[in-house]
């Protein structure tokens, strides 16, 4: 998801982890390891990115990762695959947190980051979605031997 608002996908996420419902599982480009840090800590650390370039309104970027209920992911597993989901898509020099979520049946992880770099400059998210973020996906699944989302798909279609 796209959005303006990075306290808002930030305090999504650590709700969740205060209902018991998730956890900050990684914390890249902060300096510390997730548990070492307070919402305030992450909250300024997106903040003083966005503060470097206020002409961008749509700043932030809320990823969803999820995966079959068959798959039974670790947490170093789950922390690769968003590395390298982030590489996939141009964001491996952005600041990033990764919630894993226990609220549904499946595995599941969401990616917080912003589009704006250190030096000001944003980074284009026009069509991420249908260009890298779906190339990204497919390479990660062959990547990890995961279950193939489109697999997926073909199968829920045919008739029973």
Do not use: W
Request: net charge positive; charged share 25%; hydrophobic share 35%.
């Amino acid at each position: 998801m796209i959005g303006k608002n990075i306290r808002g996908a930030l305090y999504y996420n650590e709700n969740k982890v205060k209902e018991g419902l998730a956890e900050c599982m990684d914390a890249i480009g902060f300096g510390a390891s997730p548990h070492q840090l307070s919402v305030y800590q992450k909250f300024v650390r997106f903040n003083k990115l966005l503060a470097s370039n206020l002409k961008v309104r749509t700043n932030t970027l809320h990823i969803s990762l999820n995966f079959d209920v068959s798959e039974n992911l670790s947490h170093d597993k789950l922390r690769q695959i968003a590395s390298d989901y982030m590489k996939g898509i141009g964001f491996a020099e952005q600041p990033y947190l990764v919630y894993k979520h226990n609220d549904v049946a499946h595995h599941h992880v969401h990616i917080v980051t912003t589009n704006v770099m250190s030096s000001g400059k944003r980074i284009d998210l026009h069509n991420i979605g249908k260009n890298q973020s779906e190339r990204t996906r497919r390479q990660i699944e062959i990547d990890h031997n995961l279950v193939k989302a489109d697999s997926k798909k073909i199968d829920q279609l045919q008739p029973v």
